[in-house]
């Protein structure tokens, strides 16, 4: 079940649609991040994208490797995107929250920005019960210094949260995963209503 602000971000989301990929054309964080996955997962394994957005290029990358992809997002025109998109996937709406099973690889590229700081390790511990022992996780972040901060993104009001590194990586071994690689890179987007930021990728595993 959403809560009212889940809902409006979401609704922000059904909004913002395709120009997402528009103003994020290229994201050679999530491929890179994306080639690491499927350097260690074995054929044909479950794969869990939480906040799949469009299914680009995340969760056609790992499809189209022959991985069992299912993505969630809260909004509903982001999931319809992302079944068009990557049409060997399964996408449902529904939040993190109410995600159940275990996954040999879950992956959450900025999906932390939409949780305010004091629920990041409830959010951490959540996607830490889905991956299955010595399974593996992926997590990008923008890296900054906000708390559930309004911001305009893309024409529309969204709030976000964000660290700098060390308190990401302080937050992530504290919910129980092994970093086993980090890039830190700086990206320009494609559109003037999105600023240039520094994303952060941490590729993990559960012990």
Known sequence: MQSTRESRQAAAFDHIGARYDEAFPHKEGQI?????????LA???A???LGCGTGLPTAAQLAGAGHRVTGVDYSAEMVRLARENVPRGEFRQIDLCDVEGEYDAVIAFFLLLMYPLEEFPAALARMHRLVRPGGLFCLSMVEADLDDHPLAFLGEEVRVSALLRDELRDEVTAAGFAIEEEQVLSYAPASTQAVPEVQLFLSCRRP
């Open 32 to 40: 890179l991040a994306g080639e690491w996955l499927l350097a260690r």
């Open 43 to 45: 054929p044909g394994s």
């Open 47 to 49: 794969v869990l994208d």
